[in-house]
Nanobody, 126 residues
Framework: VQLVESGGGLVQPGGSLRLACAAS????????TGWFRQAPGKEREFVAA????????AYSDPVKGRFTLSRDNANQVVYVQMNSLKVEDSAVYYC????????????????????WGQGTQVVVSS
């Protein structure tokens, strides 16, 4: 499976962006999809994840209530709508796919993901 992220860019604090993770080579219904981010000088951190069935979504505390996951099964795309962006949301955002777990799992651990995209840069600045 290949993952390609898009949608990053420069936005002012309080603004919004929608990131997309397009998958090819395998059905979304067989994989959990996670979003992670890494800011310069910091470790990679979990942002959000959706289970293979789409029935479970998990969000990290810093983004809960501001970020929303959705999935377009027909087009094999997972989106994360990011609202009320803050300077501290600036990072490279990566999507990742996990196989082999429960169809209801939305893993938070990066070690559970098998395939990663190249990342898309998000800069929140005035």
């Amino acid at each position: 499976v290949q993952l390609v992220e898009s949608g990053g860019g420069l936005v002012q604090p309080g603004g919004s962006l929608r990131l997309a993770c397009a998958a090819s080579g395998r059905s979304r219904s067989t994989m959990a999809t996670g979003w992670f981010r890494q800011a310069p000088g910091k470790e990679r951190e979990f942002v959000a994840a959706i289970s293979p069935r789409g029935d479970k979504k998990a969000y990290s505390d810093p983004v809960k209530g501001r970020f929303t996951l959705s999935r377009d099964n027909a087009n094999q795309v997972v989106y994360v709508q990011m609202n009320s962006l803050k300077v501290e949301d600036s990072a490279v955002y990566y999507c990742a796919a996990a196989f082999g777990g429960s169809v209801h799992d939305a893993p938070r651990e990066g070690s559970k993901y098998d395939t990663w995209g190249q990342g898309t840069q998000v800069v929140v600045s005035s």
